[in-house]
């Protein structure tokens, strides 16, 4: 089995699913299904008939595993930084290459291998692939809509080099609008230039930002993404925009509610307000499993938490977390066959 998963894998980095493209992940999601229904017992439970692409598959009792993937990838970026084709998924004695190898096919490839294990065993387990995680866990939004999920843990193969994570913090993303008053750049005074306006009341503001601290997830921080304003030199901006990442331990109602105090000036909307994910101890069938710290990222459970009837989430997958969103991404095949063991493994003993 293991060659055949490795040729699924090779077809799935060959394809370019970056975000936003459904088209593109809808057909890598149609090869996965593919490979999975190959085997008797693996069948297609649920997928999306609108919006973005998701499927749900499935064996047996809906009470054992169910792994959460992710079809979709970052952009490129400069193919400059490249040594080896972006998509050329190109093997060698320690690696599989290119974008979407470790952020994470290559865990989704070795989920499906234990969807057709379980199979075989007359075990019960689930793969839920959705699509556009990395703008947001749009397409896992949307699939917990219409979903009731019932199982006895919860995997995200994200990168971890195969050590169980208990959790990750959570993502408020905010946009911040400054609306001013145009005037000639040699008459300041009789214009509201927007840029100063947020440079003063939100970012002179962010040490008055109310952050958090939690024991194991850690703490709260706030990124400047973007900063947007003006049309010319000479000419007073009405207008600036300014977009904060902001990853929570507690829930994103107290950041939310910093901003839209701010100014009578400065509107603040919320493009995304994720929680925190965080599951008190190693869950039973995991016990003889390394553990590694919270996620730095955030993760489709996010979306899903509340949807899978109270069970234990871990983020536990094959890959250098290193490699993430990288220039050069690799995927190194031994970490990648642990994982297909690990999954084999954990499909029986949660169908016990």
């Not at 290119?98 to 096919?105: A, C, L, T, Y």
């Not at 939690?214 to 030199?233: C, P, Q, R, S």
Request: charged share 20%; hydrophobic share 45%.
């Amino acid at each position: 089995m293991t060659d055949e998963a490795l040729a699924l894998l090779r077809d799935l980095v060959r394809q370019d699913t970056t975000s936003g493209d459904s088209a593109a992940q809808a057909a890598a999601q149609e090869l996965a299904v593919s490979y999975a229904t190959s085997t008797a017992g693996v069948r297609v439970l649920q997928r999306s008939t609108a919006g973005r692409p998701w499927v749900l598959l499935g064996t047996g009792s809906a009470n054992g595993a169910l792994f959460v993937c992710h079809i979709d990838t970052v952009p490129v970026g400069s193919r400059d930084l490249w040594e080896r084709a972006p998509f050329s998924a190109d093997v060698d004695e320690e690696f599989l290459h290119g974008r979407g190898s470790v952020d994470m096919k290559g865990g989704l490839v070795a989920a499906l291998a234990a969807l057709r294990n379980a199979a075989e065993a007359g075990a019960g387990a689930q793969v839920l692939i959705t699509s556009d995680e990395e703008i947001g866990c749009r397409g896992a939004a949307e699939a917990s809509a219409a979903l009731e999920l019932t199982p006895r843990i919860v995997v995200v193969p994200e990168a971890t080099q195969n050590r169980v994570s208990l959790g990750h913090r959570g993502a408020t993303w905010l946009r911040l609008a400054a609306a001013g008053k145009a005037a000639h750049g040699s008459t300041p005074r009789l214009g509201r230039n927007a840029i100063q306006l947020l440079a003063d009341r939100a970012l002179g503001a962010l040490d008055s930002l109310p952050l958090s601290t939690e024991d194991y997830l850690g703490e709260e921080t706030v990124n400047v993404g973007t900063f947007e304003g003006g049309t010319a030199t000479n000419i007073v901006p009405a207008s600036a925009v300014l977009t904060l990442d902001v990853r929570t331990v507690d829930g994103g109602a107290p950041v939310i509610a910093w901003a839209s105090s701010l100014d009578p000036a400065i509107s603040a909307e919320v493009d995304l307000d994720l929680p925190a994910v965080r599951t008190p101890s190693l869950p039973a069938a995991l016990a003889d499993q390394a553990t590694a710290p919270a996620a730095t990222y955030f993760t489709d459970a996010s979306a899903l938490a509340g949807s899978v009837a109270g069970a234990p989430i871990v983020i536990w997958g094959p890959g250098d977390p290193r490699q993430m969103h990288a220039a050069n991404e690799q995927l190194e095949l031994d970490s990648w066959r642990q994982a297909l063991r690990n999954y084999r493994e954990l499909v029986l003993s949660a169908a016990r």
